[in-house]
């Protein structure tokens, strides 16, 4: 993975709400949900939800798609995983460990 793409995720998840926005979109899988949900969820205006959100999109940690007048976002699960591949590549001595065992994921 791109050290700067890493420097963008890291510097994204690096914030409360963006955070929280992330982790409701993982624990709702591949399908996500639409931006007025995920707004409730996590207790955010829509303005403040959008800001947040291109900023996550723009560190490739999700994906929007329009589906008539909604939006809907979704985690990038590989991106996701990339990420946390690279925090963990080290790990260990390099030898496999569970720490770097991403196959449990339900998205992997």
Do not use: W
């Not at 420097?7 to 899988?29: D, M, N, P, Q, W």
């Not at 303005?47 to 979704?74: C, I, M, N």
């Not at 590549?89 to 460990?97: L, V």
């Amino acid at each position: 993975m791109d050290s700067n793409l890493v420097v963008r995720a890291l510097g994204a998840l690096a914030h409360e709400s963006r955070l929280a926005i992330f982790r409701t979109l993982v624990v709702a899988g591949p399908d996500g949900m639409a931006a007025g949900e995920i707004a409730q969820q996590v207790g955010l205006a829509p303005s403040s939800l959008s800001f947040h959100l291109k900023d996550l999109s723009h560190a490739e940690l999700v994906t929007p798609r329009q589906e008539g007048r909604f939006v809907f976002y979704a985690a990038n699960f590989e991106a996701m995983n990339g990420l946390i591949g690279f925090l963990t590549e080290n790990c260990c001595a390099g030898e496999p460990c569970a720490a770097s065992d991403s196959s449990k994921c339900r998205a992997g």
